[in-house]
């Protein structure tokens, strides 16, 4: 048995794992989540502000961490939209233009009464400027510098929501959701540290450790990988019960199912893995 | 000329950047060269493409194995430039519409965004995807506690990955919420495996995160000043250089 | 045949004919419903004139029926090529194979053509051409200029700079690419020097700063937190220590940087469990797409 194990094609180990992601999903199985502290501080940091309140949506990400990033980008927008706050939407990616058109539908899809034909007065699109820390460095100094115009090539003097807008650290929040660089770190680096923004983010798996040194001091909270995205849809919901009937409200919560799995089968990969290993030190082949 | 010169520039653009946090009079300065800057980022885009097309070009004149790719990659390429930059299917900007290229270039139903959205995303989103089955299959080949620090590394990732669903409330989730040895603070739930999780994300997770930041900091920071002082020119390249 | 060759060809077979029988029963297919659009000329002293085109709103399937709703081809078929070029990057898992290779050179192609696409319209032609001719900028792509607006000399500096580094893919003279090259290294130092030090250097030292006991209003010792401390500025610091390598690990810097190794495993194998649940999560987004999106399960 272990003899067949330890030459066991990789090709199973991938339909395993294959197996373990699509049963729940086409499953539809999902867990009740209680959120931790840290994600409380992000549901906080949005939920406390006065209705109307002005909040930077910054979503650098691509189709890549789509999978990972989207349950949050779109959790920070319906969290936003309940609480009628201006938005302004950028991104440091050429390919989180889409990722902003994401957001932009849930707002005009879900909120009609308050977002639909209402841009440039409750929200607005800069979409994407090259430069990484170079586009950070100008809108927290010298917003129009950087963003003459908008994504649809309008001047941001005619736009009544930048019209008197000099630099983002007039806004009340700047949300953050990220797959790498430029993302997180960069707006602590150059953003939310030296100007004293008040910043949360929301990162991949990969990034989360990176980012927990600067809470609480120089980032109010994070929503690390898809766990935090499933436990902030759950403190949403438990906050604004109407979501509840949203299967879209839930896209974090039903990715948990297959994470569960997955996880366990990842852990039982590791153990059989160590199994094989002892067993082979004793047959004398790692001598 | 060619390595005086950048040395002086690189120095100037850094020491007038680095005044900006104490001179007020650098920082419209500062904001000028960022502007410049972020110009210049969007021009190696372009030189990221012409380097590909140089590279491309040269496989299939050569027909090295594999050059049809390439071909294919060339095609590929040409299309997306031109679409994208002709804006074909975009239609104007309501407020301009007399103006046939006011339109956005990734307006919905454009030719632009069908590749984008078609093309682009599900080919970038499943090559990522991929790295779910490759992880799998290392953490059954390559995951061994060979010795003490691949053990606790071994440990830790089980627990985090218990912990991080719910399997942590299946496994640990009977614990008590009684205090252990009377009003210690510590209750025997603290224990769960999500509990635990935290635990070890906030006090070790956090503090081995701290001291590499520390690192890296001293690092970049005396890596910055060896590159404006001219004391690393490593940047400039080689003296042979056409 | 070898015997697990054959199992491969059932499983492939099998999922196959899954496929054909979702499609068959209508799964697939793109429905969206037209909305009208009209738009008067900006220009007041033109003659006035109207323009009217649709756009069209993605619609569920199961409001295929409603009026003014119709079947689109191009989404349909964009459905299908989205589909077909995620099974084709999946195909890897078996095995290289020509389909995998061939979807791999359109995804450079068509990514290097998108990056060249969105540098063009967002930075070059909006922050270097509207600056540089406004003029001719609001008679084609960006008519919202403000008339009266004046040509920004100080931007022939970037765009001269721009030349240069576009001059690296010349045979002869790449060398002045050094000049772009050397302020942007300038500039990438400058603005890394100060905020690195600021918020990764002074600002984690400032957060490390914490008491060893803490005590509560009453002034008994809260040894739970205590500990918490203790345990977090004793794990900074022995790590530190291990990174420490201009000086020999011997006596008791040993066994500290010894400490430090081990509070770093803890911390890289929460990395990889992390790491895994991201990853993972990427597979589930790709799946949801395949069997919700494309095959409707």
């Excluded at chain 1, 909270?221 to 299967?247: D, T, V």
């Excluded at chain 3, 738009?39 to 409001?63: F, G, H, I, L, M």
């Amino acid at each position: 048995m272990l003899d067949f194990l330890q030459h066991l094609d990789r090709r199973w180990i991938f339909l395993l794992m294959f197996i373990a992601v699509a049963v729940p999903l086409i499953m539809g199985t999902t867990f009740p989540e209680v959120p931790s502290d840290q994600v409380m501080a992000v549901f906080e940091a949005v939920d406390n502000l006065p209705d109307g309140s002005n909040v930077v949506m910054a979503l650098d990400y691509d189709p890549a961490s789509q999978g990972e990033l989207q349950p949050m980008a779109s959790a920070f927008t319906r969290h936003c939209a309940i609480k009628k706050h201006n938005i302004y939407f950028m991104t440091l990616w050429p390919q989180g233009i889409s990722m902003i058109q994401n957001s932009i539908g849930i707002l005009q899809d879900e909120y009609p009464e308050t977002y639909k034909g209402k841009y440039g007065t409750k929200y607005v699109n800069l979409g994407f400027r090259a430069g990484n820390e170079g586009v950070i460095k100008l809108v927290v100094e010298d917003l129009k510098k950087s963003y003459s115009t908008d994504i649809h090539g309008t001047n941001l003097d005619n736009i009544p929501l930048t019209k008197n807008l000099k630099n983002i650290q007039q806004v009340d929040l700047l949300c953050n959701v990220s797959a790498g660089y430029p993302g997180s770190q960069e707006w602590v680096l150059y953003g939310s540290s030296p100007f004293d923004i008040p910043t949360v983010v929301g990162c991949t798996g990969v990034q989360a450790p990176i980012m927990l040194p600067y809470i609480p001091d120089q980032l109010t909270g994070m929503l690390a990988a898809i766990k935090g995205a499933a436990e902030y849809e759950q403190a949403i919901i438990n906050a604004y019960p109407e979501l509840e009937s949203n299967p879209n409200a839930k896209e974090g919560l039903v990715r948990m199912g297959p994470q569960l799995v997955a996880h366990l089968l990842l852990i039982s990969l590791i153990l059989l893995g160590n199994v094989i290993y002892i067993w082979e030190r004793k047959q004398g082949l790692h001598q | 000329m060619k390595r005086t010169v950048p040395l002086f520039i690189s120095a100037i653009t850094g020491f007038v950047l680095i005044g900006t946090a104490f001179i007020p009079k650098f920082v419209d300065w500062g904001n000028d060269a960022m502007a410049w800057f972020n110009l210049l980022a969007a021009f190696a885009f372009i030189l990221g493409g012409g380097n590909l097309l140089k590279m491309q070009l040269q496989k299939i004149s050569a027909q090295q194995p594999g050059w049809g790719y390439a071909a294919v990659t060339l095609i590929a390429f040409f299309v997306t430039l031109f679409v994208g930059l002709v804006k074909v299917g975009v239609h104007p900007n309501v407020k301009f519409p007399e103006f046939a290229w006011s339109g956005d270039y990734l307006q919905e139903d454009g030719a632009f965004w069908w590749l984008f959205e078609y093309i682009f995303t599900p080919l970038s989103a499943t090559m990522f995807a991929l790295l779910a089955f490759y992880i799998s299959s290392a953490a059954f080949r390559a995951f061994r506690a060979k010795n003490t620090e691949a053990t606790i590394l071994l440990i830790i990732a089980v627990i985090i990955l218990l912990g991080r669903t719910y399997a942590s409330v299946w496994l640990t989730g009977w614990l008590p919420d009684e205090f252990i040895l009377g009003d210690s603070g510590i209750k025997y739930s603290d224990f769960n495996l999500q509990n635990l999780s935290e635990v070890i994300m906030e006090n070790f997770t956090t503090a081995g995160m701290r001291a590499i930041k520390i690192g890296i900091a001293l690092g970049v920071a005396s890596t910055s000043l060896k590159v404006l002082l001219g004391v690393d020119r490593s940047y400039l390249g080689s003296d042979q250089e056409v | 045949m070898k015997q697990s060759t054959l199992i491969w060809t059932i499983l492939m077979v099998a999922g196959g004919g899954f496929l054909l029988f979702q499609a068959s029963k209508g799964n697939g297919r793109v429905y969206v419903r037209e909305i009208p659009v009209e738009a008067t000329a900006s220009q007041p002293d033109s003659e006035p004139q109207v323009y009217q085109w649709t756009k069209n709103q993605q619609v569920p399937q199961s409001e295929k029926d409603d009026p003014g709703v119709s079947f689109s081809l191009s989404r349909t078929v964009g459905l299908w090529v989205a589909a077909f070029c995620t099974l084709a990057i999946f195909s890897f898992l078996y095995g290289d194979n020509p389909l995998y290779k061939f979807t791999e050179a359109i995804f450079v192609g068509v990514s290097a053509g998108y990056a060249m696409v969105v540098a063009f319209w967002t930075e070059i032609a909006t922050n270097l051409f509207a600056k540089l001719l406004p003029g001719l900028a609001r008679i084609t792509f960006y008519p919202d200029i403000d008339s009266t607006t004046r040509p920004e000399l100080l931007y022939l500096i970037p765009l001269v700079l721009s030349i240069l580094l576009l001059w690296r893919l010349s045979p002869k003279g790449s060398w002045i690419a050094r000049w772009p090259l050397a302020f942007f290294i300038g500039a990438t130092a400058g603005i890394r020097l100060i905020s690195y030090l600021e918020t990764d250097f002074i600002g984690q030292l400032q957060s490390t700063v914490m008491p060893f006991l803490v005590f509560a209003s009453d002034g008994s010792l809260l040894w739970d937190k205590s500990l918490k401390n203790t345990v977090f500025i004793v794990g900074v610091l022995s790590c530190m220590v291990y990174f420490f390598f201009s000086i020999e690990h011997e006596g008791i810097i040993k066994y500290v940087s010894r400490l430090g190794i081990w509070v770093l495993m803890v911390t890289f194998g929460a990395s990889f469990a992390y790491t895994v649940m991201g990853r993972i999560a990427l597979l589930s987004g790709r799946l949801v797409f395949l069997f919700n999106d494309w095959l409707g399960i």
